[in-house]
């Protein structure tokens, strides 16, 4: 299948500060891309969803301030924690299709957020 | 409203089969998945079901009922490391997946 990277796969950071995650489509060209987050013991909650070169459609309740999404490229997510709390430690999984076949979406490893 | 329910937490024994059900209300429906997720590790896709019927692939069988909104995933011959939650999620009318909140199987010697 295809493959999808997610850099860093783990990230400490000091409250206050942001945090940059980069999602990448290695062998196919992602139209859209997803950002999930993931609480311990919890499933997935869809943050956003981004469209390469338009803005993203945040889901209820998700801060569009502070979860900063950015689809520049076909191969290329990032999402930005912006002034990071120790409530946004969670593990943040991104996700990708293409939209020639919108059922086959290949998820990330992860990154694990911790904020001290 | 949308809503996915699977069981929260199944326990099986080694070598045995377990039945993982899933029921969902949504609006739309264009496919039924489910994903396997180790802990502190991303899903990974297991299967793919858009017509009813049962869906085997190896010790992994889905099955799912349109009329019914039900599915179901079978796995036989279980293994020390099929201890994982297991996912149902439903491609809805807009090409979102809804997600159920996960089971978490435990497998014992």
New interface residues.
Partial sequence: ?AVVSQHPSWVICKSGTSVKIECRSLDFQATTM?WYRQFP????M?MA?SNEGSKATYEQGVEKDKFLINHASLTLSTLTVTSAHPEDSS?Y?CSARSDSY??E?Y????T?LTVT | GQNIDQPTEMTATEGAIVQINCTYQTSGFNGLFWYQQHAGEAPTFLSYNVLDGLEEKGRFSSFLSRSKGYSYLLLKELQMKDSASYLCAVMDSNYQLIWGAGTKLIIKP
Wanted: charged share 10%; aromatic share 16%.
């Fill in positions: 299948g997803f013991k919890q499933s997935l869809l969803t593990f999984i919108v059922h979406q998820f990330g490893p992860g694990r």
